[in-house]
């Protein structure tokens, strides 16, 4: 897919629902497992606790669309650190990078990391991940198989063959299998859970960006090329 537009620009790909989905997802974070029992636990009614979030949205909506503004006033990259030493002195931008390194993002990070341990159920967490790397081995037998398929053995010179080709691919399936069953065993709705979020963003990806990249570019594209090819 090509990145660039017009007299080397980088082109604008980035469109309404892309954009939102980015700042949803940067928003939406451990805090939802704590802030509204806090909430509840300090306003005693329904209406209170409404007035709260609503309130607590505008601000948000304020500190976006100022955002927004000094955006596309300082079209350059560096976010916060741009604005301030555009706006006040380079001085204030350089001290807001390093609070940034030493205490604002180190400090969410710690956050995130005790709301995680306290509320959130670690066991399906890790399995979660856990089972994403699990799928990534999954493939790798198969590109395997593929890759040999397409270029059997004596149509490109190898840097490496391994003697007993296909064994390791074989046995690392059937690892991958067994890891499955037993996961299955114990964590069903988890590897269930799993399947049908990678088939959704498959068919997502399949459907809305597939049609943007070009494949032949990989083989048509001046890259160096392994020694046989």
Avoid at 32 to 46: D, R
Avoid at 161 to 171: C, D, G, Q, R, S
Avoid at 184 to 198: D, E, S, T
Wanted: hydrophobic content about 50%.
């Amino acid at each position: 897919m090509s990145t660039t537009g017009e007299a080397g620009t980088l082109r604008r790909a980035i469109r309404l629902p892309h954009a939102t989905a980015m700042v949803v997802g940067t928003i939406i974070g451990a805090s939802i497992f704590v802030q509204p029992s806090e909430v509840t636990s300090q306003v005693h009614s329904v209406g209170g606790v409404l007035l709260v979030w609503f309130l607590a949205g505008l601000l948000t909506l304020i500190g976006s669309l100022v955002c927004a503004e000094l955006a596309s006033t300082f079209t350059r990259t560096g976010g916060v650190y741009v604005y301030l030493s555009e706006a006040f002195h380079p001085a204030l931008g350089f001290l807001w990078g390093w609070a940034m390194l030493l205490t604002m993002h180190s400090g969410i990070i710690a956050a995130i990391a005790t709301v995680f341990a306290l509320k959130v159920p670690l066991a399906q967490v890790i399995t979660f991940s856990i089972l994403s790397g699990l799928l990534g081995y999954t493939f790798m037998p198969i590109n395997v198989w593929k890759f040999r398929n397409k270029w059997p053995l004596g149509s490109i010179r190898r840097g490496y063959e391994h003697p007993f080709h296909p064994l390791p691919a074989i046995v690392l399936m059937t690892l991958c299998i067994a890891t499955y069953f037993a996961v299955y065993l114990g964590y069903g709705r988890q590897l269930l859970a799993m399947m049908a979020f990678y088939i959704v963003a498959s068919l997502w990806f399949t459907v809305h960006r597939y049609k943007y990249v070009r494949r032949g570019d990989q083989f048509t594209m001046p890259w160096p090329k392994p020694l046989g090819y």
